[in-house]
């Protein structure tokens, strides 16, 4: 399945609404809610089986994920501003709550459990000018770069400031 070119317009999405998808432990999508599949234009049929990235926008940087998926591989929970990229090119912000799934005999981590939600206009602001440099700076030095700045915008933010609580942490107080 091609990406689809992304357009500048964004899908508002409704506050009183959640997006809701479930995923294996590698990532591929096993449930997608039905405002899920309205907000991204895909059918149930061409979501199940699908890594999660169908729906990454190319303006999110790699460190993000990167550090997403090390907390979540670690059996974390973690919390993210992401943009994503509807079937048809359109983009929407959400603020992100990803749950591990666990066997309960085994305790192993079979999976994730994401909800999101709409965000305000100024948080999106603060992320998407973070993220922008973010990616450039993955484009003109590589992703280890992008991280290095990540990890001092952070430590400028407090010393015991860590990606899962930045994303907190901007959600609740702007």
Do not use: C
Request: charged share 30%; aromatic share 10%.
């Amino acid at each position: 399945m091609t990406k689809p070119t992304p357009i500048d317009e964004e899908i508002i999405l409704d506050p009183k609404r959640y997006i809701v998808s479930e995923t294996d432990e590698k990532g591929r999508i096993t449930f997608a809610n039905d405002y899920f599949m309205e907000v991204a234009g895909y059918t149930q049929e061409e979501l199940i089986g699908q890594p999660h990235n169908i729906v990454r926008h190319p303006d999110m940087p790699r460190v993000v994920f990167k550090l997403l998926w090390e907390t979540i591989k670690a059996g974390k929970n973690i919390n993210a501003v992401v943009k994503n990229l509807a079937k048809d090119g359109r983009y929407y912000w959400i603020f992100t709550e990803f749950e591990i799934r666990k066997d309960t005999d085994t305790g192993k981590i079979i999976g994730y459990h994401a909800s999101r939600k709409s965000i305000s206009k100024h948080v999106i602001e603060i992320i998407a000018n973070l993220y922008k440099e973010l990616a450039k700076i993955e484009k003109e030095s590589g992703m280890e770069a992008s991280e290095k700045y990540l990890i001092n915008f952070l430590k400028e933010k407090g010393d015991d400031m860590e990606f899962a609580n930045i994303m907190e942490e901007i959600h609740r107080f702007y």
